[in-house]
């Protein structure tokens, strides 16, 4: 939860909205579905978390994708924030 908020903008009411998605009633699959769909990451990964049948092994590997993120958005010295929403081209 904490490496994804970090990954996602603090913009509006998201954070708040994530934290009242992940404390219902919604079951681990579909939680680890929607936050691997909301992520930008290598669409193998992805594939690859939606083929592991165990929803523990799933939450498992998603979050060790999340911390790794995160922990590279921090050593580039990037909030998350700067990639969403992207900033207008000089256009």
Do not use: C, W
Not at 45 to 66: F, N, P
């Amino acid at each position: 939860m904490t490496a994804f908020q970090a990954l996602i903008p603090a913009a509006g009411e998201v954070h708040t909205n994530l934290h009242e998605l992940m404390s219902s009633q919604m079951p681990l699959g579909p939680i680890t579905d929607i936050i691997a769909y909301t992520l930008q990451f290598d669409y193998r990964r992805k594939l690859g978390l939606l083929a592991e049948g165990s929803v523990d092994q799933r939450a498992t590997t998603l979050a060790a994708i999340l911390e790794n993120l995160a922990a590279t958005e921090a050593a580039a010295g990037n909030s998350g924030e700067s990639h969403f929403p992207p900033p207008f081209s000089l256009n």
